[in-house]
């Protein structure tokens, strides 16, 4: 059974940074695409950012130029480094595997970002 462990996140003013991680357990971690998801409330979970197995990244329109996507194989750990925040950067933001064709792991709990003054 994989799971996906999120953290780092926090209250932050805007402006501000925050690094989210994630790291995978029960699974083989470098042959896979990972992916930063989030979730605001009364909205759908969207995609943030991806990484690919070999380290290709895409972002979000809503972040490109603030958030960057990282990845460290012998870890088993996805990073999300988010800079000049803002306030509608807010949601739960959760890790999972970034395939075509793949089915999600089961999500984990996620990690809050709450950007405020």
């Known amino acids: 059974q994989v799971q996906l462990v999120e953290s780092g996140g926090g209250l932050v003013q805007p402006g501000g940074s925050l690094r989210l991680s994630c790291t995978v357990f029960?699974?083989?971690?470098?042959?896979?695409?990972m992916a930063w998801y989030r979730q605001a409330p009364g909205k759908q979970r969207e995609f943030v950012a991806g990484i690919g197995n070999r380290s290709a990244t895409t972002y979000a329109d809503s972040v490109k130029g603030r958030f960057t996507i990282s990845r460290d194989n012998a870890k088993k750990t996805v990073y999300l480094q988010m800079n000049t925040l803002k306030p509608e950067d807010t949601a739960v933001y959760y890790c999972?595997?970034?395939?075509?064709?793949?089915?999600?792991?089961?999500w984990g709990q996620g990690t809050q970002v709450t950007v405020s003054s």
């Open positions: 029960g699974s083989i971690f470098s042959a896979y695409g």
């Open positions: 999972n595997v970034y395939e075509p064709h793949f089915s999600p792991w089961p």
